[in-house]
């Protein structure tokens, strides 16, 4: 079954307004990854995130690892009608070294112009 | 650079059809992965090859799909025979390694081939 998971699983708002994802694993992440896919696009890599408690920044965007490597978050401040689409978190899951990215069920973001 | 290429980028086919997509990978790249991603869901793997070795198949229903990366570089997905279920769009992905420690290389994804089976 799915062990990424991510809330919530859609998002409008209003064009300025800020926009927060949540992704949650049931067991220890090695690194998660943060992808975007545009509409009828496929998934852009956007950041990596490997240190319990990392937090990186790309310009309005901010990315946190938790302290457990369990879960994390994306926040966009300001949002713009250039940030719709479908977040994706993807979680590498220890498997006995053979570790397997695992993509969460997504955030899809529309905006309000 | 050019990106990983993917074809046909749309087919439809009736169920206990067979299809084949092909993937071209960017140049370099030692690691292949095949995706399936179902209409408002993650993608989700179906194989992954390190060169010509398919290193992750636990995934890949191995009754209908096969999959072969011929000399490490393209690779082709295969079902035969296609089913109603199997309606959705599959990606192919490469990247430059899988893992060093903790840290594993991006993925870069084709556009994909969205499969409708009627």
């Known amino acids: 079954g799915q062990q990424v998971m991510q809330i919530p699983q859609y998002q409008h708002v209003q064009e300025g307004e800020d926009f927060t994802t949540y992704c949650n694993s049931s067991?220890?992440?090695?690194?998660i990854q943060w992808y975007k896919q545009r509409p009828g696009g496929h998934p852009v890599f956007l950041i990596q995130?490997?240190?319990?408690?990392e937090v990186k920044k790309q310009k309005r965007l901010t990315f946190q690892f938790g302290e457990a490597k369990k879960n994390s978050s994306l926040h966009i401040t300001a949002t713009q009608t250039t940030d719709v689409g479908t977040y994706f978190c993807?979680?590498?899951?220890?498997?006995?070294?053979?570790?397997?990215?695992?993509f969460g069920t997504g955030t899809r973001l529309t905006i309000i112009p | 650079e050019a990106g990983v290429v993917q074809s046909p980028r749309y087919k439809i086919i009736e169920k206990k059809q067979p299809v084949a997509f092909w993937c071209n990978p960017i140049?370099?790249?030692?690691?292949l992965y095949w995706y399936l991603q179902n209409l408002g869901q993650g993608p989700e793997l179906l194989i992954r090859?390190?060169?010509?070795?398919?290193?992750?198949d636990s995934q890949l229903p191995k009754d209908r799909f096969s999959a072969e990366r011929l000399k490490g570089v393209d690779s082709t997905l295969k079902i035969q025979p296609a089913e109603l279920g199997d309606s959705a769009v599959y990606l192919c992905?490469?990247?430059?390694?899988?893992?060093?420690?903790?840290?594993?290389?991006?993925?870069?994804f084709g556009p994909g081939t969205r499969l409708t089976v009627l």
């Open positions: 992905a490469s990247s430059l390694t899988p893992f060093r420690g903790y840290s594993h290389d991006e993925q870069f």
């Open positions: 067991t220890t992440l090695s690194n």
């Open positions: 995130l490997v240190k319990s408690g």
């Open positions: 993807a979680g590498m899951v220890p498997n006995f070294g053979n570790e397997k990215l695992t």
């Open positions: 140049s370099g790249h030692n690691t």
């Open positions: 090859y390190e060169n010509e070795e398919a290193v992750d």
